[in-house]
């Protein structure tokens, strides 16, 4: 009988909050995190908002010296699976041999801001010798899940996932699988980014995937299934989740907020940008995670998703959900909560997936604000649970994540 894997610890940081009830609460207020970007000077760029990560102060879980070796994607992977260690209640090498437990993160861009930073150096006429000294091991992306193995002692598997915007979903995917096939007890899994940087916003700039409507009404910009849509607005932060085996969970009398029962990954072969218009790649993950989780379309009855406020991704994803629940699309909910937190790249599938597993354990169905006119025409003519979210019956949940690079992912979850 294959292991079963259950979530027992919570960590994030994020646009809406420092702590995972914390955001939570800004969910349940329909509150954006979205504002006028203050890390850099955004003024001569078409887009000048993103969902940045307010008065962060690693301190609170990480050593001065050692956070100064990070670049802010891996203080905040550091800081969120800290937190939810903490609140698993496990404690490497006492409750959990440190070779039985590992580290899995996803992340979408790395260490842009040292990146940037070095390259300053170098052009402002220093030459490579002025690169500061710490500049590679803050900027390659598997610092994150390295740190996190450091400040804990976790000696199991470790090693990042680069799925863009997937990227967390199919690190929890991945880190399941080590716990159901007995490589581990327990996994530090999710994902982190930190872009908000020139290279950051202008590089999606000249793509013009971000929106360019809304510099002087942040709070409205992000509107997914809305006809008034014009991209997604860049968010940040960290979204970290313990998996644990069920078995070794319930003997240490862990608090468990979910069985993780589904996990589907495929690839659109399309398009390095845009995801396949019939949805067929999104679909075929979605139907993966139901098979795996053994379950039925109408057994889900709530989906968080991708949900980006793109012209393309809304009505695309909205498509590939019919194909797979059919006649059940119409009386299941599903909402995008990038409505609230933007889009936070490699961390949108984790933070999801704790807000996911939150709607579960207090039976509400999280909202999609900002939605005042669907866009039916395109065919985004479901319960997205416009402005405020509801209470209601939840069995199990489905958390999609759609990445650049044709990346489709989904997870479900139930009460074990």
């Avoid at 102060?57 to 550091?78: C, G, L, T, V, W």
């Avoid at 096939?181 to 327990?186: E, I, L």
């Avoid at 989740?241 to 072969?269: F, P, Q, S, W």
Wanted: hydrophobic share 40%.
């Amino acid at each position: 009988m294959s292991r079963r894997v259950v979530v027992t610890g919570l960590g994030t940081i994020n646009p809406l909050g420092h702590s995972v009830e914390e955001t939570w609460a800004a969910i349940q207020a329909s509150q954006s995190g979205i504002g006028r970007i203050t890390h850099i000077d955004a003024s001569t760029m078409p887009c000048q908002i993103a969902a940045e990560v307010k008065n962060f102060d690693p301190s609170r879980y990480i050593d001065s010296k050692e956070s100064r070796k990070m670049d802010p994607f891996s203080q905040f992977a550091a800081y969120a699976a800290l937190q939810a260690l903490e609140d698993s209640g496990l404690k490497v090498g006492e409750s959990i041999a440190p070779e039985r437990i590992g580290t899995v993160l996803g992340n979408g861009i790395g260490g842009v801001q040292s990146l940037e930073t070095a390259y300053e150096k170098i052009f402002a006429g220093g030459g490579p010798n002025r690169i500061p000294p710490m500049s590679i091991p803050k900027l390659i992306s598997n610092e994150a899940p390295g740190n996190i193995a450091i400040l804990t002692g976790a000696q199991g598997p470790c090693y990042s996932i680069l799925t863009a915007c997937s990227a967390g979903t199919d690190a929890i995917g991945d880190a399941a699988r080590w716990i159901r096939d007995g490589v581990a007890d327990v996994m530090i899994t999710g994902g982190t980014e930190a872009a908000i940087t020139l290279m950051g916003i202008g590089g999606f700039c000249v793509l013009k995937a971000i929106t360019f409507k809304y510099n002087d009404d942040p709070t409205k910009s992000s509107r997914p299934f809305d006809k008034d849509r014009s991209g997604f607005v860049m968010g940040e932060g960290a979204g970290v989740l313990i998996l644990e085996e069920y078995e070794h969970a319930k003997a240490r009398g862990a608090k468990i907020y979910a069985e993780l029962v589904g996990y589907g990954i495929t690839c659109d072969a399309y398009h390095l940008t845009s995801p396949h218009p019939d949805g067929v790649g999104a679909a075929r993950a979605m139907q993966m995670a139901l098979n795996q989780a053994g379950l039925k379309p109408q057994d889900i009855d709530y989906i968080n998703a991708h949900g980006t406020s793109t012209e393309i991704n809304d009505p695309t994803e909205t498509k590939a959900v019919k194909i797979v629940f059919g006649d059940h699309a119409y009386k299941l909910k599903m909402s995008s909560t990038k409505s609230m937190t933007g889009h936070c790249i490699g961390a949108t599938g984790a933070i999801e997936a704790i807000i996911s597993i939150l709607a579960l354990r207090d039976q509400y169905f999280p909202p999609t604000i900002n939605l005042d006119n669907p866009d039916i025409e395109a065919g985004c003519d479901l319960d997205y649970v416009p402005h405020h979210g509801v209470k209601g019956t939840i069995r199990a949940v489905m958390s999609n994540t759609l990445g650049f690079g044709g990346h489709n992912s989904s997870v479900i979850f139930t009460k074990p």
